[in-house]
């Protein structure tokens, strides 16, 4: 294949797990002698989360005071701005990530700026305003290709949209994930006020679909036995409006007198940054991730990169790629059920079972695999784009 020039585009320059895929996949296809640009809508201008070793774009985008539908509709516009000329679309393939990618690019190929794009399905929501999920489901059905990094996604798609996408999986770097100590260990323990009792970390905030409630409940059986415990409740940055469901998450932590706050029985941390999450994972004695919807749960390779035992739902995409051996499988119904599997996790033969085949199954997750496994869909799309006339 010849080198191509591919646009992939995000929806926010926040460290989220679709937004850290699509970095560390332009990265991939970078190596392999593609010029990959990841762009997102940026209301700072600072960029992305992180560093990135590929090109990016940080798309001017306007501040929003109003309604989810208001903030999704101005990120499309901003998109909309950002591609208005043929020269902003010199690019062989354009590749998005979600709905408001997916709709701009919609509206590109109808103005003819564009042929057709690639869209990646991380996983689908459900919305009570009519006008999100009809953006939603145009961003699936306008797509020249569909990707989807599990298959529990892919035969969501095809049942709902009758199209078969490919499965590319995800991928994890263990030059930057890994289980040696290193000073940035100290810095967040400091920083957050972790002591030594066993810390259970949880990641993507105070949402419902994290089940963040759940996991609240079964932290307090287990201090219980372990009084010093402390949860981590990491990141949170999102489009979506949680209010209602952070409301309740309070309400449970007051109910079971657990108090929260840096050095607090429950930390809560907001937006880490990148180069501490490594450090976070390592500090942790597990990752309590038992989610009612992944699209594939990126955080858990992260997490079993670094040594740090898992902890997830008997649900897929995680029964797709994990085995009984490699986690610690649970109801996320159920608080004692999780509390028990938080228990074993502290249980020094079971932890060192877990981190061998942690390790195992992370290495088998490369994101070179994965940018190759999306060559094929580029292609078709790159196929056509009409090739330029030379005088």
């Not at 400091?190 to 949402?207: A, D, K, T």
């Not at 309070?250 to 999450?277: E, H, I, R, W, Y």
């Not at 995409?317 to 599997?341: S, W």
Request: aromatic share 6%; glycine share 8%; net charge negative.
């Amino acid at each position: 294949m010849r080198p191509l020039r591919i646009a992939i585009l995000t929806h926010s320059v926040n460290p989220r797990g679709g937004v850290a895929h699509c970095l560390s996949l332009a990265e991939a296809l970078c190596t392999l002698g593609h010029e990959a640009v990841a762009h997102a809508p940026d209301t700072t201008g600072e960029g992305f989360f992180r560093r990135a070793s590929c090109p990016t774009t940080s798309v001017a985008a306007k501040p929003v005071n109003g309604t989810t539908a208001d903030l999704v509709r101005t990120r499309i516009n901003d998109y909309l701005r950002h591609f208005a000329s043929p020269a902003a679309c010199d690019f062989d393939v354009f590749h998005c990530h979600d709905g408001i990618g997916g709709n701009a690019l919609a509206t590109l190929k109808h103005r003819r700026l564009i042929p057709g794009f690639v869209r990646t399905v991380h996983h689908l929501d459900t919305f009570a305003d009519p006008l999100i999920a009809d953006w939603q489901d145009r961003a699936v059905r306008e797509a020249t290709r569909l990707l989807c990094v599990s298959r529990v996604w892919a035969d969501r798609i095809e049942a709902d949209f009758g199209v078969e996408p490919d499965v590319v999986g995800n991928g994890v770097d263990l030059s930057v994930y890994r289980p040696e100590p290193s000073e940035a260990d100290a810095v967040v323990r400091e920083r957050w006020g972790l002591g030594s009792g066993p810390i259970v970390l949880c990641v993507g905030g105070l949402e419902e679909r994290k089940n963040t409630a759940t996991i609240i409940e079964a932290f307090a059986l287990l201090r219980e036995r372990h009084g010093d415990a402390q949860l981590v409740i990491a990141g949170g940055a999102s489009l979506l409006d949680h209010v209602s469901y952070r409301a309740r998450c309070l309400a449970t932590l007051d109910g079971l007198g657990l108090a929260f706050g840096p050095g607090k029985s429950v930390v809560m941390t907001g937006p880490v940054p990148n180069d501490q999450m490594p450090a976070l994972y390592r500090v942790a004695d597990m990752l309590a991730f038992p989610s009612w919807k992944e699209g594939f749960g990126l955080c858990v390779l992260e997490a079993m990169a670094c040594g740090t035992p898992t902890i997830v739902s008997r649900l897929a995409p995680f029964t797709e790629y994990l085995d009984p051996g490699d986690t610690l499988f649970v109801d996320p119904a159920e608080p004692r059920d999780i509390a028990g599997a938080m228990a074993s996790a502290l249980d020094p033969v079971e932890r060192v079972n877990l981190r061998k085949a942690g390790f195992a199954r992370a290495a088998a997750h490369s994101w070179r695999a994965c940018a190759e496994r999306h060559l094929d869909a580029y292609a078709s799309c790159a196929s056509l784009r009409p090739e330029p006339i030379h005088a």
